[in-house]
Structures are given as structure tokens and as C-alpha cells.
């Protein structure tokens, strides 16, 4: 390290500079101590000069500089000296053990502030590493760019350049032209009225079924007219007032009478407003593809409250996975806490999606879109009442049922099954029709032990016979299948 303060620029090999190789591209550090402290009444300035003269094979193309004002210790004891001496890869643990536990005091502060990072980065899941793509400005002179007579590239008309439309405002430029960072600022500076719009719009299409503006793609001249244009202009400024918060834009717009209504139907509306523009009452549509899944889950207290980390592999059916165009790849399902990770986690394989996930309208995740699709399809209800993860779940969901009520009767935990799924009590017609299902239930499974015993999967209860416990896992089944318990309302 002497050789690079030791003032010899032109000496021999050995004793001019500091040189990285043959370790290129790793990250590397020089720590330089002044031989005395210097004591500084007022503000002064300090130059420190980089001379590489050693052609690009040694050009340290970025770095960092800091600096330490408080006192720092960089005698070496005589002991650490030899240790210093060798090459990293020869030190041995004690030897690196003692290097570590002398510098690491050469702040006093700094020292507990490791502490905590290390602490921290202890408790983060692991995160792999990979390539990204960076895209940067063109070198040299720009492309000059044209509009084309009815997209010939060939046929050129007026040169474009760089600018808003008239109507919006100008973009700030730091130098003489203007850089994708220039655009960024001034998407999100506030006084471009186009970007809180548009995002307040799908704020409230998420929370009402419909936006403002029903083309949520298009705020153009051939997009639909906002039905409230003081509202989504009101939302969009508030936005933008409390910083971008999605979470307070989201609290202030379900905090609101408008949201709080209930969707009750109002037919003296039918021939007013019949698709409810007016926001007369609420609105009623089905929970995206991923939650229809998590919907079950919680109902039976299987859901995974574990936030972030990598796709999950949920169960599938067999021989779904296999029609793709990766004959290596392999659908092994998550095993644990994974195989019950919120639906946003699973894996999507472009060639084989997952079924659960197509058949309620969950779009291709390789492709942006920006408004979702709603269908109602008997395919639906086939999943929901006979897919694996769904009689997973009306299994777990009778073990907690008949373990919350132990001592109830039928209509008890009838009861307590629709608290637990739809929040609220079943009426008198429905707890009859409930119980004459399990009643009818219980018949078939007791002439069928061995079917019984087939679809209590790995979540059977304590001390309940298979029969008595199938009877409820198909009531449940019929619980978790209703449309309210998929519809938000």
C-alpha cells in the first residue's frame, strides 16, 4: 500500500501505485491514515488527487471516496504485521479473527452500527442475484426521428422532436437535451396532470369494479368520458398532495360514504342507471384469480402470512405441467408453508399456467394489461368444488370447525362455518338445507367407509369416525363453492 502515497509515479514495478489485478471487476478498497491527526478550527478545503497513468488495463472507472473526521487508530501491532503480510487465502481463522477484531475499532462508532446491520441482514431471506438489463442514452448524435405516411417507415413526413404536447406542460430539461430522466421527473412532478389521473383511475376501478373513466388503457380522444370529472380531477390532486401514498389515497376513498353503501340491487335504478354509473349503490363483481384461492385458504386457516421471496408451486393437476415446450422442466409441488403461500406467488409458466388461475381470468403475466376481464363459467364452479387445493381446504376447514365446536350441534357449527367464510349468520332456509345435505351426506359415507376414509387427506380430525368427518368436509365444500363467498359485495 506504500506505493501508492510513496510519491514514485515512474518507479519500478514494485513500487509505483495501486493496482487491482489480477482481481478485475471485484469490488476492492484502499484505507489511507494520516500519519498525525489534523485539528481544523474552520471549514477548509482538502484535495485529493487520482493519477492513473497506466492505461485501461489499471483505470479505476467508478469509485467512492470517504472520509472519516473522527480519530482513527491504523497502527498495526507487530503481531498482525506478519498476518498482514500473506495473502488473504493463507491467513488462518484465528489470524483472521484478530485482523477483524483490531480494525473493527478504528471507530468507536462504528462498531455497534455493524452490529446492527449485521443483525438486520440476518433476518432478510435470501435473494438471488442476477442480470439486468440497464437502458442508457445513445452515444453520439441522436436519430433523427420522422412520422411516417401511414406507418411506412420508409415514406418519411414532418422531422419529430423532442417536446410535450401543447396542452400539457413542458418538460424540464438539466442540459441542453433532454434525457430519459428529464422524462421520468416530470411524469411524477405534479404538474403533469396525465400520470395521478390515471392512476387514481385504477385505484378506484380496483375498489368499485368500474373506473371513473371506464378505458382505464385509453385517456385519449377515443377513450370513454369520465362520469364524475370533478371527482377523478378531486382524487388525482389529492394523490399527488399525500406524496403518491397509494395507502392514503386507498384509505381516503374506503373511508368514504360512497364506498361504505351497500350493493343491495335497486330496481327503481334499472331504466335510470342501470350499470350503475351514478354510484348509487355499490357495486358486486367476483375477487381477482389469485384471491379466489386465498379466499379458501383463510377460511380454513391454511393461508401463509410469509411476505416476499420466490414463486411457489402450488398443487396442479397431473399432466397439466407436462404440455409445455421445456421437456426438463418439472412442476414439484411446495412442500410446508410454501404450498400455502398467497396466490401473487405462484409460478407462472408461460406455455403451462395454471388452470386455477386461467379459468378465472387471470391474464398471461408476460403481457401488460391493464383492465381484467370477468366471465362466469360452469368451469368455475367444477374447480372450486372439485380441485385439490379447494377439497384441501374444505378438508382443513372441518378440522377447525369441529375442533372450534366441539360441543355444538349441527346448526351450531352450520353457523360457525358461515361466520368463518361469509362473515355473517345463515337464515333459517339455509341452515335446514345445510343440515339435510349432511344428514344425506352422512347416509352415503356410512354405506362408502373406505371413500370416506379417502377424502379426509392429511387434515383429518381427532376422535371423529371418517364417516361423520366426509359428511362435513362435503358440506363445506358446498360453503366454500357459494358465489357470495367469491363475490365481493
Known amino acids: 500500500m506504500n506505493g501508492a502515497i510513496d510519491g514514485d509515479a515512474k518507479g519500478g514495478k514494485e513500487a509505483a501505485g495501486w493496482a487491482i489485478s489480477p482481481q478485475m471487476k471485484k469490488p476492492h478498497e484502499a484505507v489511507f491514515a494520516l500519519a498525525q491527526p489534523v485539528t481544523i478550527d474552520k471549514p477548509t478545503d482538502f484535495t485529493l488527487e487520482l493519477a492513473q497513468n497506466y492505461g485501461s488495463q489499471h483505470t479505476i472507472g467508478k469509485f467512492r471516496v470517504s472520509v472519516l473526521t473522527s480519530p482513527t ?24 479473527a484478530a485482523l477483524a477484531a483490531h480494525f473493527e475499532r478504528i471507530d468507536e462508532k462504528t462498531a455497534p452500527l455493524l452490529a446492527q446491520v449485521k443483525a438486520f441482514e440476518t433476518k432478510l431471506p435470501a435473494k438471488p442475484e442476477m442480470d439486468v438489463r440497464v437502458i442508457k442514452e445513445r452515444s453520439g448524435d441522436r436519430r433523427v426521428t420522422h412520422v411516417f405516411r401511414r406507418g411506412e417507415f420508409k415514406d418519411h413526413l414532418d422531422e419529430v422532436t423532442t417536446g410535450t404536447p401543447s396542452v400539457l406542460p413542458p418538460i424540464k430539461q438539466r442540459g441542453e437535451e433532454g434525457d430519459r430522466l428529464d422524462l421520468a421527473r416530470w411524469l411524477v412532478s405534479g404538474e403533469n396532470p396525465l400520470p395521478p389521473r390515471v392512476v387514481a383511475n385504477e385505484i378506484w376501478a380496483n375498489l368499485f369494479g368500474d373506473g371513473i373513466v371506464g378505458t382505464l388503457n385509453d385517456f385519449g380522444v377515443r377513450g370513454d368520458r369520465p362520469t364524475h370529472p370533478e371527482l377523478i380531477d378531486w382524487i388525482a390532486a389529492e394523490f399527488v398532495r399525500n406524496g403518491w401514498s397509494r395507502k392514503e389515497l386507498i384509505k381516503t376513498i ?33 375477487v381477482e384469480a389469485e384471491i379466489v384461492r386465498d379466499l379458501s385458504l383463510s377460511a380454513a386457516g391454511l393461508l401463509s402470512a410469509k411476505v416476499g421471496g420466490p414463486s411457489v408451486f402450488p ?23 410454501d404450498r400455502y403461500r398467497r396466490g401473487i406467488y405462484t409460478y407462472f409458466k408461460r406455455t403451462a399456467p395454471h388452470p386455477n388461475l386461467t379459468t378465472f381470468d387471470c391474464p398471461d403475466s408476460n403481457v401488460t394489461c391493464v383492465q381484467r376481464t370477468r366471465s362466469n363459467t360452469p368451469l368455475a364452479a367444477l374447480i372450486t368444488l372439485n380441485n385439490e387445493t379447494f377439497v384441501e381446504a374444505s378438508q382443513a376447514m372441518t378440522k377447525r370447525i369441529l375442533s372450534e365446536v366441539p360441543e355444538g350441534d349441527d346448526a351450531a357449527r352450520i353457523a360457525h362455518a358461515f361466520q368463518l367464510s361469509l362473515a355473517r349468520s345463515p337464515s333459517d332456509a339455509e341452515t335446514d338445507r345445510l343440515t339435510s345435505l349432511l344428514e344425506t351426506a352422512r347416509g352415503w359415507y356410512r354405506e362408502h367407509p373406505q371413500d370416506a376414509t ?22 363445506v365444500r358446498v360453503v366454500l363453492n357459494l358465489d357470495e363467498f367469491l363475490t365481493r359485495s
Open 454 to 475: 379417502a377424502l379426509l387427506g392429511s387434515h383429518a380430525p381427532e376422535a371423529i369416525p371418517a364417516p361423520e368427518a366426509a359428511a362435513w368436509i362435503a358440506t
Open 73 to 96: 487508530r491504523m497502527v498495526v501491532p507487530e503481531a498482525l504485521r506478519h498476518t498482514l503480510k500473506k495473502p488473504a487465502d493463507q491467513r488462518t481463522a484465528e489470524e483472521q
Open 315 to 337: 398443487p396442479i393437476p397431473a399432466g397439466v405441467a407436462d404440455v409445455n415446450y421445456n421437456s426438463a422442466f418439472k412442476w414439484v409441488v411446495s412442500s410446508g408453508e
Open 254 to 286: 374506503v373511508s368514504s360514504n360512497t364506498y361504505r353503501q351497500s350493493s343491495d340491487h335497486r330496481p327503481e335504478l334499472i331504466d335510470i342507471d342501470p350499470k350503475n354509473h351514478l354510484l348509487a349503490r355499490q357495486n358486486r363483481f367476483r
